[in-house]
């Protein structure tokens, strides 16, 4: 059993910043990657950052230079700093947990909504 439990969701107003931190617990061995992913209503969910275990990090261009992704490998927990807040980075983001080695099992968090308006 793998949980993830998100939080530092909100409402902030654009050029803001937040904060958000997704902690796994359970069963987890082998983990190929942690990331974050995020859905607006009426589009597809999409990747918006992620960190392979002994890869780079990669971003969606829409982000890059503006979000950061972090991982602490010893509590399991990833982190997502987003700097420089625009109305359309709005939306429920998810936390993603991959495990290996061989057969990949995706596992979500239950999603936190950002809000980014004045």
């Known amino acids: 059993q793998v949980q993830l439990v998100e939080s530092g969701g909100g409402l902030v107003e654009p050029g803001g910043s937040l904060r958000l931190s997704c902690a796994a617990s359970?069963?987890?061995?082998?983990?190929?990657?942690m990331g974050w992913h995020r859905q607006a209503p009426g589009k597809q969910r999409e990747l918006v950052a992620e960190?392979?275990?002994?890869?780079?990090?990669n971003y969606a261009d829409s982000v890059k230079g503006r979000f950061t992704i972090s991982r602490d490998n010893a509590k399991n927990t990833v982190y997502l700093q987003m700097n420089s807040l625009k109305p359309e980075d709005s939306a429920v983001y998810y936390c993603?947990?991959?495990?290996?080695?061989?057969?990949?099992?995706?596992?979500w968090g239950q999603g936190t909504q950002v809000t980014v308006s004045s």
């Open positions: 359970g069963s987890i061995f082998f983990i190929k990657a």
């Open positions: 993603n947990l991959r495990l290996g080695p061989f057969r990949m099992r995706d596992y």
């Open positions: 960190i392979p275990s002994g890869g780079s990090t």
